[in-house]
């Protein structure tokens, strides 16, 4: 069993948050809304409407590209890819096919729970495109709203990189720590704003190349269950080779109540899309100073922070791995840590943000205020400390014979009875070290 | 010039099956030929050489027609507007037979 090895590559969309939709001033903040309430002949598909791509989100859609590495043409297009079905009122999804807005990047993952620490993987494509409408089944019938119908939703494709269901989890996670970075989508998996689709196969032992088929997998909706759906398919796929026979390709569904997957629709019923440019909308030409622009606009990225994190505040990689997992609270921390009376104390802030004893949510000012009281040692009243320890040495005769005896651990008892003679007001070494003077 | 094209049966209902159409029998055997002929006729285009040439993928003389995000939107439609022409219309949506 051990010789197989599974060739996984991932389809990842993501919607954007822009205002309006993609080819229309609708709004796009369909979420909670009632039916068919954000519509117009654009995206209803009414014959003779004109689609106007929105300005915003192809820009935000580059954006991606560039923080995933890609390489933005000068030259591209939209074309429409055509299907069936109630929830694509044109009868063709306006998408790209051979010009995409984004192509050839790559991630490098820094992850310190990753294996190996870091690992990169290619990016095949970004590429700009609508969602459909929402599909609610109930009863005998299924209710069509177009308040999604579309909304941006950007495509992003990997190669076949990934060989293991872990790796495929930490590259999610940091492609959706990205995307939120960026600020143009809240990529949330539950409300559908981030959709994640591998596509698996099983290499047999000793094959080369890719292997002959592959296995789509839909409805998957967190990133624990794309790690269940990649192990149970591997699983059932290796079944069906060691079978000696080739398992077939087709699309199936994930399901997340008992935990496998069930075909969807086989390859033979598999739509032939008859892609062509969109003839509605003319094509793009960017200049060099609009894609260099675009490249000025990143934010710094989680892994680009995280090894300045531990390079110039020397935080160790793991606690800044959890700082950068969202922007607000990498900011916080440098804003803190840069702080003049912080003096760059950057793992003491690490631990205090990480360990959640002074809250984020407050004002820098009043943190690093909170932060300083934390590290500044008690003050002892030595005139105090001294009645204190005479009255528990006096008290506990039983236990300085003890100590003096030899039973050095009696100590930590002493030096509790004096820090509560002393309500807490007494910084504890200076205790222990007055006693042990004392017993001497 | 090549031969005359013929269609097999799968090929002419494959093909309907992507238009989303329902052919009986004798609008087969029909399409099945006409189709044939419209190809056929196309065909010449065939003989004109055009490596090297780029694909035409536009026609207008326009390129970056976009809108600015956020702007006022003056195509929308309320939602009685919006189901008014629908055939079957459920709790303000178009409701088709059950896909799932």
Same mark, same amino acid.
């Given at each position: 069993?051990?010789?197989?090895?599974?060739?996984?590559?991932?389809?990842?969309?993501?919607?954007?948050?822009?205002?309006?939709?993609?080819?229309?001033?609708?709004?796009?903040?369909? @979420?909670?809304?009632?039916?068919?309430?954000?519509?117009?002949? #654009?995206?209803?598909?009414?014959?003779?409407?004109?689609?106007?791509?929105?300005?915003?989100?192809?820009?935000?859609?580059? =954006?991606?590209?560039?923080? *995933?590495?890609?390489?933005?043409?000068?030259?591209?297009? /939209?074309?429409?890819?055509?299907?069936?079905?109630?929830?694509?009122?044109?009868?063709?999804?306006?998408?790209?096919?051979?010009?995409?807005?984004?192509?050839?990047?790559?991630?490098?993952?820094?992850?310190?729970?990753?294996?190996?620490?870091?690992?990169? @993987?290619?990016?095949?494509?970004?590429?700009?495109?609508?969602?459909?409408?929402?599909?609610?089944?109930?009863?005998?019938?299924?209710?069509?709203?177009?308040?999604?119908?579309?909304?941006?939703?950007?495509?992003?494709?990997?190669?076949?990189?990934?060989?293991?269901?872990?790796?495929?989890?930490?590259?999610?996670?940091?492609?959706?720590?990205?995307?939120?970075?960026?600020?143009?989508?809240?990529?949330?998996?539950?409300?559908?704003?981030?959709?994640?689709?591998?596509?698996?196969?099983?290499?047999?032992?000793?094959?080369?190349?890719?292997?002959?088929?592959?296995?789509?997998?839909?409805?998957?909706?967190?990133?624990?269950?794309?790690?269940?759906?990649?192990?149970?398919?591997?699983?059932?796929?290796?079944?069906?080779?060691?079978?000696?026979? *080739?398992?077939?390709?087709?699309?199936?569904?994930?399901?997340?109540?008992?935990?496998?997957?069930?075909?969807?629709?086989?390859?033979?019923?598999?739509?032939?899309?008859?892609? /062509?440019?969109?003839?509605?909308?003319?094509? @793009?030409?960017?200049?060099?100073?609009?894609?260099?622009?675009?490249?000025?606009?990143?934010?710094?990225?989680?892994? =680009? *922070?995280?090894?300045?994190?531990?390079?110039?505040?020397?935080?160790?990689?793991?606690?800044?791995?959890?700082?950068?997992?969202?922007?607000?609270?990498?900011?916080?921390?440098?804003?803190?840590?840069?702080?003049?009376?912080?003096?760059?104390?950057?793992?003491?802030?690490?631990?205090?943000?990480?360990?959640?004893?002074?809250?984020?949510?407050?004002?820098?000012?009043?943190?690093?205020?909170?932060?300083?009281?934390?590290?500044?040692? #008690?003050?002892?009243?030595?005139?105090?400390?001294?009645?204190?320890?005479?009255?528990?040495?006096?008290?506990?005769?039983?236990?300085? =014979?003890?100590?003096?005896?030899?039973?050095?651990?009696?100590?930590? @008892?002493?030096?509790?009875?004096?820090?509560?003679?002393?309500?807490?007001?007494?910084?504890?070494?200076?205790?222990?070290?007055?006693?042990?003077?004392?017993?001497? | 010039?090549?031969?005359?094209?013929?269609?097999? $049966?799968?090929?002419?209902?494959?093909?309907?099956?992507?238009?989303?159409? +329902?052919?009986?029998?004798? %609008?087969?055997?029909?399409?099945?030929?006409?189709?044939? %002929?419209?190809?056929?006729?196309?065909?010449?285009?065939?003989?004109?050489? +055009?490596?090297?040439?780029?694909?035409?993928?536009?026609?207008?003389?326009?390129?970056?027609?976009?809108?600015?995000?956020?702007? $006022?939107?003056?195509?929308?439609? +309320?939602?009685?507007?919006? +189901?008014?022409?629908? $055939?079957?219309?459920?709790?303000?949506?178009?409701?088709?037979?059950?896909?799932?």
């Amino acid at each position: 069993m051990k010789d197989y090895k599974p060739v996984i590559g991932l389809e990842i969309h993501v919607e954007l948050k822009t205002k309006s939709k993609m080819f229309c001033q609708c709004s796009a903040d369909y @979420f909670g809304a009632k039916p068919n309430m954000h519509v117009c002949p #654009v995206c209803m598909g009414m014959p003779g409407a004109l689609p106007v791509p929105n300005k915003t989100a192809i820009l935000w859609m580059q =954006t991606i590209g560039r923080a *995933l590495g890609c390489t933005l043409p000068k030259h591209s297009k /939209f074309d429409r890819k055509h299907y069936s079905y109630p929830d694509l009122p044109k009868g063709y999804q306006i998408s790209q096919y051979d010009e995409p807005f984004a192509v050839k990047g790559k991630v490098l993952l820094k992850n310190p729970y990753l294996k190996g620490g870091e690992k990169e @993987f290619h990016i095949t494509r970004v590429h700009m495109e609508e969602d459909t409408a929402k599909l609610i089944h109930q009863g005998k019938d299924s209710l069509v709203d177009f308040n999604r119908s579309s909304v941006p939703l950007v495509e992003i494709v990997t190669e076949p990189d990934f060989t293991d269901a872990d790796d495929v989890k930490a590259f999610l996670e940091e492609l959706q720590v990205i995307v939120r970075y960026l600020g143009v989508s809240d990529a949330d998996m539950e409300k559908g704003s981030m959709r994640l689709e591998p596509n698996i196969s099983v290499r047999k032992p000793g094959e080369v190349g890719l292997p002959k088929y592959k296995v789509e997998v839909k409805n998957i909706n967190s990133f624990r269950f794309v790690k269940a759906a990649i192990e149970f398919e591997v699983k059932r796929q290796i079944e069906i080779l060691e079978k000696g026979e *080739l398992p077939k390709q087709e699309t199936r569904g994930y399901d997340d109540v008992h935990g496998g997957t069930y075909s969807q629709r086989s390859k033979e019923e598999a739509q032939d899309y008859r892609y /062509f440019p969109e003839p509605d909308i003319p094509p @793009f030409e960017f200049s060099e100073k609009y894609i260099s622009d675009v490249e000025n606009s990143l934010p710094e990225l989680p892994s =680009t *922070l995280l090894t300045r994190f531990v390079k110039e505040y020397g935080v160790k990689e793991i606690d800044a791995y959890i700082l950068t997992r969202d922007k607000k609270t990498a900011d916080y921390f440098e804003s803190i840590v840069l702080n003049d009376k912080i003096k760059k104390a950057g793992q003491a802030v690490a631990n205090v943000i990480i360990n959640k004893k002074i809250a984020t949510s407050l004002p820098a000012e009043k943190f690093i205020e909170e932060f300083l009281k934390l590290g500044k040692p #008690v003050e002892t009243d030595t005139a105090l400390l001294d009645t204190a320890v005479t009255t528990v040495l006096g008290a506990n005769e039983k236990a300085v =014979t003890e100590y003096k005896s030899g039973k050095q651990s009696v100590i930590m @008892f002493l030096v509790g009875q004096v820090m509560k003679q002393m309500k807490g007001k007494a910084d504890a070494s200076v205790v222990r070290k007055t006693l042990e003077e004392k017993m001497k | 010039m090549s031969d005359k094209i013929k269609l097999s $049966k799968e090929e002419v209902l494959h093909l309907a099956k992507l238009a989303g159409l +329902t052919l009986t029998e004798a %609008e087969i055997e029909k399409n099945s030929a006409q189709l044939a %002929e419209t190809i056929d006729y196309i065909q010449n285009l065939d003989e004109l050489k +055009t490596d090297g040439v780029a694909p035409t993928n536009s026609v207008v003389d326009l390129s970056n027609v976009t809108f600015e995000d956020g702007t $006022k939107n003056t195509r929308g439609l +309320t939602q009685v507007e919006a +189901t008014a022409n629908g $055939k079957n219309v459920k709790e303000n949506a178009f409701a088709v037979d059950r896909m799932m």
